[in-house]
């Protein structure tokens, strides 16, 4: 009866041990799949949010180069001025319209999207103004000139800062929503690696427990051959 009772307990163990080593590997695979996303959280961190951000930085230094180079010459010049800021402006639209082209490539989320849309919209506006203040910059019509330029291309030129502002804090706030996840991935692998821990000492139970039971059979079956 006792050798009976041990080879059924040990069938119970065993089918235990094989529920727990299920177990594990399913965790496993869970936690595979968390690393995954953590990596691929930090990489869409790098490609579709830090280099952007700084592409828009440049952006915005290329918006202010343009202001700069059409308020030197019509403010600050007293319209004797003998640069044509048309260069400057030239130079900086291809510079804009090769970032945005790079910008566009990443991903963007649908608010990202529609914001970059405005934008664009925003900036064709602002360099029709700006061609024509050129205009009458280099008719030699500096008055008119300078009352466009204060009047619309200006004021232009700030909505355009204003867009691109707005756009950069989305790319802040979708970032920091890439870092909440990441940490919520991370804690769900340390709750992983604590179930592991907690079922790699149920199996040491386990494997303790069916030694002693094994052990207790053979001694009653030693006392039993003696009697």
């Known amino acids: 009866m006792d050798l009976a009772y041990f080879f059924r307990n040990k069938v119970r163990v065993a089918l235990l041990l094989f529920c727990v080593m299920g177990c594990i590997l399913l965790i496993r695979i869970l936690e595979d ?6 990596n691929e959280a930090f990489v869409s ?13 440049f952006v915005g230094e290329q918006l202010h180069a343009k202001e700069r180079a059409l308020s030197h010459a019509l403010l600050y010049t007293g319209g004797n001025s003998t640069v044509d800021p048309g260069r400057q402006l030239r130079q900086s639209n291809i510079i804009i319209d090769s970032l945005l082209v790079k910008y566009s490539r990443t991903y963007l989320v649908k608010a990202e ?3 970059l ?6 900036s064709k506006r602002e360099r029709q103004a700006e061609a024509a203040v050129l205009t009458l910059y280099r008719s030699g019509e500096r008055s008119a000139a300078l009352k466009l330029y204060e009047t619309e291309a200006r004021n232009y030129a700030r909505q355009s800062s204003a867009h691109l502002s707005r756009l950069i804090a989305i790319q802040h706030s979708v970032a ?4 909440s996840d990441s940490n919520v991935f991370v804690s769900g692998t340390r709750l992983y690696s604590f179930v592991q821990t907690v079922l ?12 002693f039971a094994s ?3 053979n001694v009653r079956q030693d006392k039993y051959k003696l009697n």
């Open 113 to 115: 999207q529609q914001q």
């Open 200 to 211: 790699a000492i149920v199996i040491g139970a386990m494997i303790v427990s069916l030694l």
């Open 33 to 38: 799949k968390s690393v995954e996303s953590i």
């Open 45 to 57: 961190m790098y490609k579709d949010r830090l280099v952007p951000a700084t592409d828009l930085y």
């Open 176 to 179: 920091d929503e890439l870092i």
């Open 117 to 122: 849309q405005l934008f664009k919209e925003q």
């Open 215 to 217: 052990k207790t059979v």
